[in-house]
Nanobody, 122 residues
């Protein structure tokens, strides 16, 4: 099982980035998929989750209206469109599967891979 995130980089405040995550070793069809992030010296922070049915994606409060999670199971991939980026969004972003299977739950992450670094300059 592998999850590979990509698309990070350096962007100015107010800019946009689109992150991608491609899974291998399993099919994403029946998995809820998460994005979470971790900034240096800080704890892991949930960003967004999308269920296998793509109903009602869930966002952390600080990301609502700025970030959009989507998925393409034909490509075994999940995406995170990030707009209106702020310096406090600087972190390594990871994608992960939900321990709860097809639904976004609070049960934690089952698998996650290497993240991609997003740096937002002021």
């Amino acid at each position: 099982v592998q999850l590979q995130a990509s698309g990070g980089g350096l962007v100015q405040a107010g800019g946009s980035l689109r992150l991608s995550c491609t899974a291998s070793g399993f099919a994403t069809d029946y998995k809820a998929m998460h994005w979470f992030r971790q900034a240096p010296g800080r704890e892991r922070e949930p960003v967004a989750c999308i269920s296998s049915s793509i109903v009602n994606p869930i966002y952390a409060d600080s990301m609502k209206g700025r970030f959009t999670i989507s998925r393409d199971d034909a490509k075994n991939s999940v995406y995170l469109q990030m707009d209106s980026l702020k310096p406090e969004d600087t972190a390594v972003y990871y994608c992960a599967t939900d321990k709860g299977g097809p639904w976004c739950t609070m049960n934690g992450y089952e698998y996650w891979g290497q993240g991609t670094l997003v740096t937002v300059s002021s």
